[in-house]
Structure formats: structure tokens, C-alpha cells
């Protein structure tokens, strides 16, 4: 077991005050990614990757009411840094010092505010600037083919020693709060470490483990995985390089794998995977999805060629340790520099712990590992602590706030018309939707979360067979497959209608299984059906409309048995405060 508790998350954890506020200091200088230190061709994918997909495309059918942009009007959407994605590309970025290892950041903001990006971003620099490091063929850019693009680069290069200060103040008030609780803590890290050691020594004593066939030569991947830690210095002198040289197609193979984003669910590896994938042709990264219909020889053959990004759960990445020609985790592991843990309150909660724990333990070389997610609870904040005292935080001045763009109902199912049935509040609450005018000429979607997976198909029967709604539920007999279809409909953008006048609607019933981090395009409505059962769920499941600042509606159905637990929503939300 992993040398720490965990529990269900009861309250959520604000980051101590000096760093929010130093945080929010650094957030209010940027308003361009130029004034980022990012190299000109991540910065240039970035903003084509965000331009082409972001959610604000849909603002077509959240707001059918107005005037309806055209595809040229969508495509000069003018793309600023959210407040996460200037903090965590400052601080992920910033120059460290000789001898600083493995740095720890916890990325925390609101939902839909653009996290994957925050944290994409220092990872492609990452790899840019270790294979600058490393010597890979480069060949200088031409400033011409690259255009005004690199020019205005040149002229917003940022003052990198102030920028470093910055950092630096933030990263003290980090550090001081880590001394502060240092007292009363066990250190953790160094119970991890010392497990490793013994696991690692274990391991080496396996008498199976001298497999001259192991398709994974361990020394191949270490000697990947060499690179110059100790020489800081280099950093800089390789963001130079790199600014004025670009990759050439024949980079070196170097088996194994550098960076790992690791996420709950199959849908959120496709989210992934298809965010970076967009960047494959101006990267030429090579990424790999480690998912259910993925083949082990296929994989074997990237491996061997060189994987830049790998996008998998904790489960499934372990699994590969159940193939005869991956005896040993860290011969898989030991390449993997920079490491995400994406929704990571879920990833370090008991139902994935363990694997998390299992696959992290493994990755000997890591260089960054990055905890992403929407909600820092009290129990996960103290476990990062005691696991890495010095994990800087990184968290925006919304933290813990619903989004402003979300109109928030609470519908009390216990008086008339209702009178105390659930199911007819939400019904009714469908109908309204249904018939409200707005989404003119779209299909609505809108996505009802329930506690219980077992409830989903209850309801959905009821919904479809008393009420006559168009529903699909998510069930635990179904596949993989079966789900990630049935989800599609909503991840899409709505279809449009031949008969503008006529209304359809769907319905999704689900549970918090697909609360965390899927961008449903283009949803304005969700319903909770029963109280989640605590702040996390809330903030998660009603974020997964009002997204980017869009507008969206949430409708919370109570009886007079929930009451005492939301008492105190209507005044939090009223005065937009945090959820505690
Ligand atoms: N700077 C930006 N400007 C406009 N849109 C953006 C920007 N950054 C990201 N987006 C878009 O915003 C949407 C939400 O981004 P993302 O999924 O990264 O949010 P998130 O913070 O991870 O959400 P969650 O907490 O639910 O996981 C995506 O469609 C993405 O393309």
C-alpha cells in the first residue's frame, strides 16, 4: 500500500493566501501567449490547436438568439492565455537551480479553464529543449518562412531574469508553507524513496528478470534516458538554440518513453490524445495512446522507435507490465521525464491510488510531475505534502468558485406541483428546456447526473417510457465501446435541424464517471438529480456546461430530506464564493 491515506475528500483546500495572491500578481501582467516564454513553434501550435477546437466555437448554438458567427469570424477568435496557462507555463518554465531534481507543481482552477493546455505547453518545451540538449539535427529557421509570427516573437521576448524573480517569489511562499508543516509531517517522500530502493533491489534479484530476450533492454532505456541534469545552465543557452533553429524530419530514435499524461477514463485518453495529435504535423511530436483497442506489438515497435507523449490510464499503463517482455516497470518507466496526472483528486483517490502509485514509483528519472485537476481537496492537498513537501502550487484566484457564466437553480421537488417525486421535477424540468427557444435550430443535449450508476437506468427507463424523452444511460454491462458512443452524441457538436421550428432534445444519464474533464461541446443545460455528496462532485459535475466563460444553466433537484445539506448553496452562490 502507498505510505499515505486516502479517503472520499469531504471539504476542499485553498491554497495559503500570499500564494494566491502572488499568483494572481503574475496572472494580471499577461494578456498574450508572446508574453510567455514559449518557443515560437509551440506557441504557434498552441494557438492553432486552441483556435480550431476550442469551446467557444460553439457559442453558434449556446446563444442562438444572437447573431450567428460565420466560420471566418470563428477562425479570428482572438486566443489569450487563461489565468492557469500563464501561472503554470511561468512557473513550470521557470530556470531552476543546479542540482534541483524532480520538481512537483499542483495545477488547480476552475473547470473549463483551459488546464490541459497549462500543462501541454511546459511539457512540448520540455522535449523541444532536451532534444536541443541532446544535439538532435536541427537546421536554422528561416525567419522568413516563419514570418511576422517569429518577428513579433523576437520583439516580445520576455525579460527572463524578471520573470525568473517572479517565479521565484512565488515558489519561497510555496516553500515557506512546506517548511511550516514540515514539523508535524512524516516525510513521506523519503518512505517512498526508500520503498522504491527495496522494490528496485527486489526486483533486480528476480532471477526471470536476466531475460537476455526482454524486448525492453533496461540499459537501452537508461542510456536514453541520460541527459544532462546537473547543467542548468544549459537551459537557457537551449531556449536560444532553439528559437533560432527548427527540428529537422530525421530526429534520432531513442527508445522508450518521455513524457506520460496519465487520465481517469477512456474518453478523457481520447481527449487527450486527439489535443496533442492536432500538434503532430507543427511539432512532428510522436505520441502514443495506450487505450483498450490498443495492440501490445504495435506499441512495443513506438517503444522502441521513441515515444514522445503517451496519453493512458494508471490501470491500463500497468497492465503492460503483465507482458512476458516487460518484466520490470522502470525498464518500461525509467525514460519517462515529465509526467502528468491529470484529474488528479480522482487518479490519487482509492479507486485509482494504488495504480497511480504503482506506475509514478516506477518513473526513476523524472524530471517534472504535474498534478492537474479542477478541485483540491483537503486530503489530497495534505498526501502531495507529505509526499513531496516541496510540490509548488499552482492555482488560479477562482479556485473552488462555480464559473459566473452558470445560472444556478435549485428546484425543491417536495412541494406542488412535484409533491415529492423527483423524477416528476426533472420531467418537468426537461420539458422547460425542451420548450424554452433557445439552441434554435440545434439538437439539445443535456446531461443529468445521478449518484448511483445503478439509478441511471431506472431513470432513463422512467424518463423514456412515463415522459416519452429520448435518453441514453450509461450502464456498468457496457463495454468500453458502447460507452464511449453513447457519450459521443454529447462530446460532439449538436446536429442541425432540417425543421428549425420543431425541438429535439437528449438526454444522457450518467454519474460522476463522466463528470471529470470531458468537453461536452456546446452544452447549456445539466441536471443533478440527486445532492452530489460533496464539493468536489458538485463543482466537477456542474462544470461540465458555462465553460470557458460560455453561458450554461444548472438545475439542482431537492427534496426536504437534501435541504439541510445545500442550505448554504443559494448565499455561495449568490455572492459567488468558494465552495468549501
Ligand atoms: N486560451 C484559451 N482560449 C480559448 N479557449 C481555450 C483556451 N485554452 C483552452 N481553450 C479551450 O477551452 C476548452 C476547455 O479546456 P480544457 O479541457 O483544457 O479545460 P479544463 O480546465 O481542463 O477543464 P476540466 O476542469 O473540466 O478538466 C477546450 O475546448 C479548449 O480548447
Not at 504535474?370 to 516541496?390: E, G, M, R, Y
Not at 425543491?412 to 416528476?424: H, I, R
Not at 458502447?482 to 454529447?490: G, I, S
Request: aromatic letters at 6%.
Amino acid at each position: 500500500m502507498p505510505p499515505y491515506k486516502f479517503g472520499s475528500y469531504p471539504s476542499l483546500k485553498l491554497p495559503d493566501e500570499k500564494s494566491r495572491e502572488g499568483i494572481a500578481r503574475l496572472v494580471s501582467k499577461v494578456d498574450d501567449f508572446r508574453e510567455l516564454k514559449i518557443l515560437p513553434e509551440i506557441r504557434s501550435a498552441l494557438l492553432q490547436e486552441i483556435k480550431a477546437h476550442t469551446v467557444l466555437r460553439s457559442q453558434n448554438y449556446i446563444n442562438s438568439d444572437k447573431k450567428k458567427k460565420t466560420e471566418g469570424e470563428l477562425n479570428g477568435l482572438i486566443i489569450r492565455p487563461t489565468p492557469i496557462q500563464t501561472a503554470a507555463i511561468k512557473m513550470i518554465n521557470a530556470k531552476r537551480s543546479a542540482g534541483e531534481f524532480l520538481k512537483v507543481f499542483t495545477l488547480a482552477a476552475e473547470t473549463g479553464s483551459g488546464k490541459t493546455w497549462a500543462y501541454l505547453a511546459p511539457l512540448f518545451q520540455y522535449l523541444r529543449l532536451e532534444d536541443v540538449k541532446r544535439g538532435e539535427e536541427y537546421v536554422i529557421v528561416d525567419r522568413k518562412e516563419v514570418g511576422a509570427e517569429a518577428e513579433v516573437d523576437a520583439e516580445a521576448e520576455v525579460n527572463e531574469a524578471d520573470e525568473v524573480n517572479e517565479a521565484d517569489v512565488n515558489e519561497a511562499d510555496v516553500k515557506a508553507e512546506a517548511e511550516l508543516n514540515e514539523a508535524d509531517e512524516v516525510n513521506a517522500e523519503a518512505e517512498l524513496n526508500e520503498a522504491d530502493e527495496v522494490n528496485a533491489e527486489a526486483e533486480l534479484n528476480e532471477a526471470d528478470e536476466v531475460n537476455a530476450e526482454a524486448e525492453l533492454n533496461e540499459a537501452d532505456v537508461k542510456a536514453g534516458a541520460e541527459v544532462n541534469e546537473a547543467d542548468v545552465n544549459a537551459d537557457s543557452e537551449a531556449v536560444e538554440f532553439a528559437k533560432k533553429h527548427k527540428p529537422t524530419s530525421h530526429r534520432r530514435h531513442r527508445t522508450g518513453i518521455r513524457s506520460i499524461v496519465l487520465v481517469p477514463t477512456h474518453e478523457l485518453v481520447d481527449q487527450v490524445y486527439s489535443t496533442v495529435e492536432h500538434t503532430e504535423a507543427t511539432l512532428g511530436t510522436k505520441l502514443f495512446k495506450w487505450d483498450t483497442d490498443s495492440n501490445f506489438k504495435v506499441f512495443i515497435q513506438a517503444f522502441r522507435q521513441g515515444i514522445d507523449v503517451l496519453v493512458t490510464t494508471p490501470p491500463k499503463l500497468l497492465s503492460l507490465t503483465r507482458y512476458d517482455s516487460v518484466r520490470n516497470p522502470r525498464a518500461l518507466l525509467g525514460s519517462v521525464k515529465f509526467c502528468v496526472v491529470d484529474e488528479a483528486d480522482t487518479l490519487m483517490d482509492e479507486s485509482f491510488v494504488q495504480d497511480t502509485y504503482n506506475v509514478t514509483k516506477n518513473m526513476c528519472n523524472l524530471n517534472t510531475l504535474v498534478f492537474a485537476s479542477a478541485t483540491i481537496p483537503s486530503q489530497f492537498n495534505s498526501t502531495i505534502h507529505k509526499l513531496f513537501p516541496d510540490a509548488i502550487s499552482v492555482s488560479t484566484p477562482s479556485l473552488h468558485k462555480l464559473p459566473k457564466s452558470i445560472e444556478f437553480r435549485v428546484i425543491n421537488a417536495s412541494v406542488s406541483p412535484y409533491k415529492g417525486s423527483k423524477m416528476k421535477a426533472l420531467a418537468q424540468t426537461l420539458y422547460a428546456i425542451h420548450c424554452d427557444g433557445s439552441e434554435r435550430g440545434f439538437e439539445k443535449r443535456v446531461i443529468v447526473f445521478v449518484n448511483n450508476k445503478d439509478d441511471c437506468e431506472k431513470v432513463a427507463c422512467r424518463l423514456h417510457e412515463k415522459y416519452g424523452h429520448d435518453v441514453v444511460y450509461i450502464s456498468g454491462d457496457d463495454t468500453t465501446d458502447d460507452r464511449k458512443a453513447k457519450v459521443q452524441t454529447f462530446i460532439d457538436p449538436p446536429k442541425d435541424l432540417t425543421d428549425p421550428e420543431r425541438s429535439v432534445l437528449k438526454v444522457l444519464i450518467c454519474t460522476d464517471l463522466l463528470s471529470r474533464g470531458l468537453n461536452f461541446t456546446g452544452i447549456r443545460n445539466v441536471v443533478l438529480l440527486d445532492v452530489p455528496h460533496n464539493s468536489s462532485d458538485l463543482v466537477h459535475r456542474a462544470g461540465r456546461t458555462g465553460r470557458m466563460n460560455q453561458s450554461g444553466r444548472v438545475f439542482l433537484i431537492i427534496n426536504d430530506q437534501d435541504k439541510s445539506h445545500v442550505k448554504g448553496l443559494p448565499k455561495v452562490l449568490r455572492n459567488n464564493r468558494r465552495l468549501g
